[in-house]
């Protein structure tokens, strides 16, 4: 088992930033590549970003290229996404999940999954 808690959601204006942790704890953290998804009210989950094991391979959904930044420190048994330049759009709750399946790019790929933070983007 990999229990993973999230931090660092709140509330914030549109132009500004914010930094999720995710913690994760129980099984090797490095033998898992880690993703970070949202939700908005009436939406699907979606994948934001994702970090390989080692870090040498990173995805961004298009939507958030050039705006977020997902990191690792295997050290520390987190993962971190950086949120800058932030839209009212982005407004959802934010998840990390840890996948060692291999198919890190779709939902069903993720074994593992926190409870979520909430981010909320004013306009």
């Known amino acids: 088992q990999v229990q993973l808690v999230e931090s660092g959601g709140g509330l914030v204006q549109a132009g500004g930033s914010l930094r999720l942790s995710c913690s994760a704890s129980g099984r090797t953290f490095s033998n898992y590549a880690m993703g970070w998804f949202r939700q908005a009210p009436g939406k699907e989950r979606e994948l934001v970003a994702v970090?390989?094991?080692?870090?040498?391979?990173?995805y961004y959904t298009d939507s958030v290229k050039g705006r977020f930044t997902i990191s690792r420190d295997n050290a520390k048994n987190t993962v971190y996404l950086q949120m800058n330049s932030l839209k009212p759009e982005d407004t959802a709750v934010y998840y990390c999940?840890?996948?060692?399946?291999?198919?890190?790019?779709?939902?069903?790929?993720?074994?593992?999954w926190g409870q979520g933070t909430q981010v909320t983007v004013s306009s």
């Open positions: 970090i390989t094991k080692s870090g040498a391979r990173i």
């Open positions: 999940a840890a996948s060692d399946s291999g198919s890190y790019y779709v939902r069903g790929g993720y074994d593992y």
